[in-house]
């Protein structure tokens, strides 16, 4: 895959540094706006919806809701996308 928006290197320190928020090792971190970044440039990848659904798990931020729903919409049957949905988000409810 070629990634000539930078998407990717957006994503990795944005989740980077979410992983750390939630272990306690840092905080006040912008990993949600480097991952949202990275989502706008990559042109909504399904993928990266929904880790910025997991991103906004914890702490629990008003967007959660509106990245569970658009990855719910765009998972397709069977994929490992619609599968990790299921998993994480199944019984959340959806404002």
């Not at 998972?75 to 996308?81: E, G």
């Not at 994480?88 to 409810?93: A, D, H, L, S, V």
């Amino acid at each position: 895959l070629s990634d000539n928006s930078g998407s990717f290197a957006w994503f990795d320190v944005g989740y980077l540094m979410a992983c750390y928020e939630q272990v306690n090792i840092g905080k006040d971190y912008p990993a949600y706006d480097f991952v949202r970044k990275s989502l706008s440039l990559s042109g909504g990848n399904p993928e990266i919806e929904f880790a910025c659904a997991l991103v906004t798990i914890w702490p629990k931020r008003a967007e959660h809701s509106q990245h569970v729903q658009k990855a719910r919409l765009v998972a397709r049957n069977k994929s490992l996308l619609s599968t990790n949905v299921v998993a994480f988000f199944e019984n959340e409810k959806v404002q």
